[in-house]
């Protein structure tokens, strides 16, 4: 492949999208009230439609015949380059909201750095989601407030989601071989001077909603190498599941 | 007030509904409306709610990427429907609580359609194609009905839902076209779904109990009888164009009556399935009660965080 450092850059970032997207699928139907239900498929449906996006122009620079539905659900589970915070369980909607929302802040700030990118199609994609990135965190957000600053159980659930899910936020920051190389290039993003502006506002949303901040300094990270955690043997086994059991067809 | 009175006020709103004036939640009905209203009402509520769960059995498993979306999109304007006809439901004085309550209880039914399993990505088409059909046929008369919020409420779940089944044939279409394997799959799939679809329409009229009434309060314009023929005469020519078979051997094209006969409706199944002893009756209902349940502590929470957000500002404002 000519450009094989492009495409690996633009699959680390659609694969959170996917991930993500696909976690939230799974909740279709099953939130807590009607409104919180339609929130998360719309996120969901926002998440896609920007995995289609970069899977397109992935499959475009790729120019071997593969699909943007190929490349979404014919890897191997170590060909997926997502966070390991995104391919997380939906414990409870406690830990639905804090996964989404120590996502979010990241998310919107990806994107307002991807949208001065040199590339014009990555650039003209970040300008598109961000619009619905900021739906999200504004979402994830208040419902941190509302979970955190509500009755005693569901601060402690949401205290426990925070402090569970905390182990996976600095793999957002780290930078894989193909991010460096895009880097110089003007193309990417620098993820580690994302860092400090990310926990600072972290910071601020979690002392509105009475959450403590996890003072924890031991991190997982390996899902941008593609080294999960095992949730995600699963997942892809139901994303794949048509692709893998009908090769060749078209739907 | 006298029973001279109530008579005087009945004989008006009739006489309302008879010029097709629309009734609004403030005026005056008579009991029997507003409790007829609320049962089918929140029935059709329940059923959108109750039916995002047999098509999101299949959102993560989707085929492709285009198709995840659409299915999302589709699940999730079913459960606006749902929303839009809760809060017109809760115009006649009923909270959504309420009516939880009664669907979680088995006091209030839904579209017994909803009690068979989906199996195969097929089944995604065929419930567009063939239930969101005969739904449509079921709710377009009630575009015009004479409460006001449910005929508006209509008026846009109509237009989505016609959109859905033009998603669902067109799923089925290139199913149809596709390999063996997937022509297959379409034609299992119009097999399970044709029967339960036919009865979507509800019971023959002699067995139906509701029409009379619910003929001269608008909330129905046509016989059930009469919208299954509607819905079979519409149908076949469609599975005929995408070479797919009814599976009914009795099915044939009467030149008389310019429509189809059709077979014998098996209504024990029917009445098995509405009783709640169908394939999935147990199931669907466990899945909206647990999630009813896990939810509590988050309507709790949100309830009482909202208490205090408007402690806080009465506290600014003293």
Same mark, same amino acid.
Request: net charge negative; with cysteine.
């Given at each position: 492949m000519k450009n094989e450092n492009l495409y690996n850059y633009i699959l680390g970032i659609a694969d959170n999208s996917l991930i993500l997207g696909q976690r939230l699928g799974e909740l279709c139907g099953h939130g807590p009230t009607l409104e919180t239900d339609i929130a998360c498929t719309n996120i969901s449906l926002d998440l896609f439609g920007q995995v289609r996006s970069y899977f397109q122009y992935a499959a475009k620079i790729a120019d071997d015949n593969r699909t943007e539905d190929d490349i979404a659900m014919l890897r191997k589970e170590r060909e997926y380059k997502n966070v390991l915070l995104v391919e997380q369980p939906n414990t409870n909607f406690a830990y639905t909201i804090a996964r989404q929302f120590l996502f979010d802040i990241y998310h919107l700030a990806f994107l307002s750095e991807l949208e001065k990118s040199k590339d014009l199609t990555l650039s003209a994609i970040a300008k598109k989601c961000i619009k619905e990135v900021r739906y999200h965190?504004?979402?994830?957000? #208040?419902?941190? *407030?509302?979970?955190?600053?509500?009755?005693?159980?569901?601060?402690?659930?949401?205290? &426990? !989601?925070?402090?569970?899910?905390?182990?996976?936020?600095?793999?957002?920051?780290?930078?894989?071989?193909?991010?460096?190389?895009?880097?110089?290039?003007?193309?990417?993003? #620098?993820?580690? *001077?994302?860092?400090?502006?990310?926990?600072?506002?972290?910071?601020?949303?979690?002392? &509105? !909603?009475?959450?403590?901040?996890?003072e924890s300094k031991y991190f997982q990270k390996g899902g941008k190498d593609g080294i999960h955690t095992e949730h995600l043997g699963y997942l892809l086994s139901e994303l794949q599941y048509m692709q893998r059991t009908y090769p060749n067809m078209e739907w | 007030m006298s029973e001279e009175q109530t008579k005087n006020l009945e004989d008006q709103f009739e006489a309302r509904i008879a010029r097709d004036e629309k009734i609004e939640p403030k005026d005056w009905m008579p009991e029997k409306y507003r409790q007829t209203h609320i049962r089918q009402m929140s029935q059709h509520a329940h059923s959108e709610i109750v039916g995002m769960l047999p098509e999101g059995n299949w959102i993560t498993r989707a085929p492709s990427l285009r198709r995840k979306v659409a299915l999302l999109a589709k699940v999730q304007d079913e459960a606006g429907h749902g929303l839009y006809l809760y809060s017109a439901t809760e115009t006649l004085g009923i909270s959504r609580e309420e009516m939880y309550e009664q669907l979680h209880t088995g006091k209030a039914k839904y579209s017994s359609i909803f009690n068979y399993p989906t199996i195969t990505w097929a089944d995604m088409g065929a419930i567009g194609w063939l239930v969101d059909g005969a739904a449509i046929i079921n709710q377009v008369p009630l575009c015009n009905t004479s409460y006001g919020p449910y005929a508006r409420a209509m008026i846009r779940v109509?237009?989505?839902?016609?959109?859905?089944?033009?998603?669902g044939y067109e799923i089925m279409m290139k199913l149809a076209n596709g390999t063996t394997e997937q022509r297959e799959m379409a034609q299992d799939a119009l097999n399970r779904w044709w029967w339960p679809s036919l009865m979507m329409l509800g019971p023959t009229d002699a067995e139906s109990v509701h029409t009379e009434q619910s003929m001269k309060w608008k909330l129905k314009r046509k016989s059930n009888d009469d919208l299954r023929q509607q819905f079979i005469d519409q149908t076949v020519p469609q599975a005929d164009l995408i070479g797919l078979t009814i599976p009914d051997p009795d099915l044939k094209w009467n030149e008389e009556r310019g429509s189809y006969d059709f077979g014998e409706i098996d209504w024990d199944e029917f009445w098995q399935v509405v009783k709640g002893h169908g394939p999935m009756n147990k199931e669907r209902m466990k899945a909206r009660v647990g999630a009813w349940e896990r939810g509590e502590w988050v309507r709790d929470a949100a309830m009482a965080h909202a208490e205090k957000k408007q402690e806080q500002k009465e506290k600014q404002a003293v």
């Open positions: 965190e504004r979402f994830s957000s #208040d419902w941190i *407030k509302r979970l955190g600053d509500g009755t005693e159980e569901s601060k402690q659930k949401m205290q &426990e !989601a925070i402090d569970g899910l905390w182990t996976y936020t600095d793999e957002l920051f780290h930078q894989t071989e193909a991010d460096k190389i895009m880097v110089k290039q003007g193309t990417g993003v #620098d993820v580690t *001077k994302l860092k400090d502006a990310y926990y600072s506002s972290v910071s601020d949303v979690l002392k &509105e !909603a009475n959450i403590q901040m996890p | 109509c237009k989505e839902e016609s959109f859905h089944q033009r998603q």
